[in-house]
């Protein structure tokens, strides 16, 4: 036996570094991933979105009130905390800023309200990575609590629709949370909760072993689908074919909608649209 036949000289395989949030940008729409990942220059994006700037403020305000010490975990101490992590890029104007301040202080003052501050979440955006025969995967967790002699995934939601059970359940990047905590902290985990901070609801789902596998090969098969069409574009086919626009309501959401034929035949939203009307708003 030779020692190609062996494998003593034969190259690591290469693994697809990835993130849940990469993985879903290629599932929502080609396009849009070939023209965050791929394409280099990227093209230029559009405005801020007020609902990110949102979002991302009371996520941050969040990690801030766990990083307090215990005994000064309180409602009031979320007016600062807000105040110091607020963004303010996206607003139609300060009056509307300000609106929202006030209802997003709401929202984080009924949930803490409902927290046990003496209890000591085992990571609070915390990083996990795990890795297959094909993929380097790694995600940014809101919150990962230990009940018991298990880890439960939380992921905050500040969306104007508060999402259900079958949300929980589908969700990709929740189970591969799922799968790279258990790796991390060698605890069982299946438990994944959408913590929904508008309306103070919890969407949750118990993954099993299967219904994790299902998800991890299907992102396995999404990065396969990824690296075919990176080879093709290398083999000379055009990038708009081998990353094929999926258009819909959320091309009006894009950041690359002037960028894109396609999207710049949708509705054009404002960037502070989706804090500022009651309609349900669909932003993929």
Not at 21 to 35: A, M, N, V, W
Not at 87 to 105: H, I, N, S, T, W
Not at 119 to 148: C, F, M
Not at 198 to 227: C, F, N
Request: aromatic letters at 8%; charged letters at 30%.
């Amino acid at each position: 036996m030779d020692n190609e036949q062996l494998g003593l000289f034969a190259p690591p395989r290469r693994l697809f570094t990835c993130t849940p949030s990469k993985l879903g940008s290629y599932e929502d729409c080609p396009r849009r991933y070939r023209f965050s990942y791929v394409d280099r220059p990227a093209p230029p994006k559009g405005p801020p979105w007020a609902h990110n700037s949102l979002g991302a403020s009371v996520h941050t305000a969040l990690r801030s009130w766990y990083g307090l010490p215990a005994d000064r975990r309180a409602t009031a101490a979320l007016p600062t905390l807000l105040k110091a992590t607020w963004v303010r890029e996206g607003y139609r104007d300060e009056e509307q800023e300000r609106e929202v301040f006030r209802r997003a202080l709401g929202w984080l003052e009924s949930y803490v309200d409902g927290l046990d501050p003496d209890e000591e979440p085992l990571g609070v955006e915390r990083t996990v990575a795990a890795r297959t025969e094909t993929l380097a995967l790694s995600g940014r967790v809101d919150r990962i609590d230990q009940r018991g002699d298990e880890l439960v995934i939380v992921d905050y939601k500040t969306g104007r629709t508060g999402p259900g059970p079958d949300d929980a359940r589908g969700s990709r990047a929740l189970a591969l949370y799922a799968i790279a905590a258990e790796r991390v902290f060698r605890k069982r985990c299946r438990r994944v909760e959408l913590h929904h901070l508008p309306t103070g609801t919890v969407a949750a789902h118990e993954h099993t072993d299967q219904s994790l596998e299902r998800h991890l090969r299907r992102a396995e098969e999404t990065a396969a689908d990824i690296v075919a069409a990176e080879s093709a574009i290398t083999a000379g086919t055009p990038p708009d074919e081998a990353f094929p626009v999926a258009a819909g309501p959320w091309c009006s959401w894009c950041d690359y909608r002037k960028s894109c034929p396609t999207g710049q035949q949708a509705e054009v939203k404002d960037p502070w649209t989706a804090v500022d009307r009651p309609s349900q708003v669909d932003t993929r």
